[in-house]
């Protein structure tokens, strides 16, 4: 089973999200969250996720300002970005940053 926290400031995203994981047998959001900050006062570990879908545009924190806390977390889940931007520069600057996938 895939264990999936889902960090997005969309309700609709989250829980739509959630539905799509729900009709599979092998993955399950295990939380969400609604910005970066709540995901980061839990210090996300392999232990409590498999993977991290994170929002690269959100209220307070951005995911970017996320990944790069989490990067020097040793055993911190990978984690894939989630936007609407289509820009070449926010995938370059995602990578870069340490993500292993971008949506």
Not at 8 to 15: A, G, T, W
Not at 51 to 78: F, N, Q
């Amino acid at each position: 089973m895939i264990r999936v926290i889902v960090v997005d400031d969309h309700d609709l995203v989250r829980e739509g999200l959630r539905a799509v994981f729900n009709r599979t047998e092998d993955i399950r959001m295990v939380a969400d969250y609604t910005d970066g900050d709540e995901l980061l006062r839990i210090s996300p570990t392999r232990r409590n996720a498999d993977v991290i879908i994170l929002d690269i545009s959100m209220s307070r924190t951005s995911g970017m300002e996320v990944l790069e806390a989490l990067g020097p977390v040793a055993d911190a889940p990978p984690v894939l970005l989630l936007t609407l931007h289509p820009e070449d520069t926010y995938v370059v600057a995602a990578m870069k940053a340490g993500a292993k996938g971008y949506l």
